[in-house]
């Protein structure tokens, strides 16, 4: 099967030693993976509830601006995906299901 990719037009910006709007959301949306992260962790080891539903708040808001910058860095053209072959999502699938079963947590 021949590479199919999904994009958008890529919106051209300036280059140079200048930070450009494609290095501000990149920066962006690397700053809020990373603070999802970290947060993730924190709810691990919150020492009670009321911290760790405050994490939790916290840990989403920071998960949605993720997606926002990824989402706005796909509209750019600045991200581009491939669709997948049929047979190799239903080969994952498979394996998943096994993988499933094999903990007794299989569909029955």
Do not use: H
């Amino acid at each position: 099967m021949k590479n199919k990719e999904i994009k958008n037009p890529k919106m051209e910006v300036p280059n140079g030693m200048e930070m450009n709007d494609r290095d501000y959301l990149n920066s962006i949306l690397e700053l809020e993976k990373n603070m999802s992260n970290n947060y993730s962790i924190a709810l691990n080891e919150a020492s009670n509830d009321y911290l760790y539903e405050d994490y939790f708040t916290l840990l989403e808001d920071t998960k949605d601006a993720a997606r926002e910058a990824y989402n706005l860095m796909f509209q750019f053209g600045w991200y581009t995906l491939e669709e997948a072959e049929e047979t190799k999502v239903e080969e994952k699938i498979t394996c998943l299901e096994q993988k499933l079963n094999d903990l007794g947590i299989g569909a029955e």
